[in-house]
């Protein structure tokens, strides 16, 4: 039984989201967003802010809402077009949440206890500095003021439905993403071989033959994240950006020629690989080999190159954000089309698992 994947036989559907915390920072936007833009043109595309998937971090409810908006116009400020793209709120859509309940029946908590990013939060909650595998033993133990809150450990579960919902065959994520969607086909595959059918597909990244990217922080570390607190921000102004590539770490520069590139210059060379001209790129790698290189003048030059794709999507988001009377209609149109999607989905995974109208 496959009616809901019949539908979108004529264009592969593309689906994915972002979760609704702060702004979109060059991580979402080389990893995620910029995927987003090649393919809207082409396939049934679908993408969403994932509302929900914020609350786990259990934002406070004024910026969690403030943050929804933003994310949205951000969308549209970066160049998604809503007529060609599905736009929606994660939360908009309740029948993500009861299929969420349902395929939690078919998922276990010790592969969700096993998730990195879930290792990563519970650490993080818990002040556990150390890499230590005994993670489950602090969680269930007795922590007092600290807890571990159960959708953190089922945030797997919730994407899982936002991509299966929408029988979705491509899902474009940076690295960061790449372990939940392996773990969405493997609910997938599950869910069909216990009920014996062959219903949901097992989605893919989609990274045009290249690799899933991982967009490196500023600060040294390897990638760039909220919580990181290492990020250079769409809508962050000139002066900002600016700084912050000013500042960001470095070394004592090459002694000997052709030295090995330590990680933080590593992270400033892929950050220029993303924006800069090839001939700019090839310049301060030439200098870098014959140790001639001078990080101001390299930071100088990322910042320019930088400042020219995040400025005019600045001065877009601006304009758009203040739009409340725009920002709603995308919203509800988006809503009221992939609810129809879902709703179908949902029908039937209700009747595959025997929830049925006595
Ligand atoms: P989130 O909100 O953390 O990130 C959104 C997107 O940005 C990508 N990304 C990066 N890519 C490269 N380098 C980085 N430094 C970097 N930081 C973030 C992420 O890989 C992601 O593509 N769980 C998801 C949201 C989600 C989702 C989904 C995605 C919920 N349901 C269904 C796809 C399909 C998340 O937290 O992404």
């Known amino acids: 039984m496959n009616m809901n994947m019949e539908k979108n036989k004529d264009k592969k559907v593309v689906l994915s989201g972002i979760r609704s915390t702060g702004n979109l920072h060059l991580g979402n936007y080389f990893g995620a967003v910029s995927k987003f833009l090649k393919l809207q043109d082409e396939y049934d595309c679908r993408y969403f802010i994932a509302d929900l998937h914020a609350l786990t971090t259990n934002p406070d409810p004024k910026m969690l809402h403030e943050s929804v908006k933003n994310i949205l116009a951000e969308y549209l400020a970066a160049g998604l077009d809503p007529e060609k793209n599905m736009l929606y709120v994660q939360s908009d859509i309740p029948e993500i949440s009861e299929m969420y309940l349902l395929l939690n029946m078919h998922v276990g908590i010790g592969e969700l206890m096993r998730t990195a ?10 002040g556990i500095t150390s890499d230590s595998d005994e993670i489950e033993k602090e969680i269930i133990g007795n922590q007092t003021n600290q807890r571990v809150n159960a959708g953190l450990l089922t945030y797997p579960t919730l994407m899982a439905v936002d991509i299966l919902i929408h029988h979705a065959d491509y899902v474009p994520v940076g690295k960061d993403q790449e372990q939940h969607l392996e773990l969405t086909r493997r609910f997938a595959r599950r869910f069909n071989s216990f009920y014996g059918v062959d219903y949901f597909g097992e989605p893919v990244n989609f990274n045009f033959g290249g690799e899933a990217l991982k967009v490196p922080g500023l600060d040294g570390s390897g990638k760039m994240g909220k919580s990181e607190g290492n990020c250079i921000y769409l809508i962050d102004d000139e002066k900002t950006l600016r700084k912050k590539v000013m500042r960001a770490v470095t070394d004592e520069g090459p002694k000997v020629p052709d030295s090995p590139v330590s990680q933080p210059v590593a992270n400033l060379f892929l950050l220029m690989d993303l924006v800069s001209d090839k001939e700019v790129v090839d310049h301060f790698r030439k200098a870098y080999a014959d140790c001639s290189i001078r990080y101001g003048d390299m930071k100088k030059q990322l910042a320019e ?36 999607y879902a709703a179908d989905t949902l029908r039937e995974v209700r009747e595959i698992m025997g929830i049925r109208k006595i």
């Open 117 to 126: 990013s879930f290792k990563d939060k519970a650490r993080k909650a818990l």
């Open 305 to 340: 190159d930088l400042l020219k794709v995040t400025l005019p999507i600045r001065e877009r988001i601006l304009d758009i954000r203040s739009n409340d009377e725009l920002l709603a209609k995308v919203v509800k149109s988006g809503a009221e089309r992939a609810r129809a």
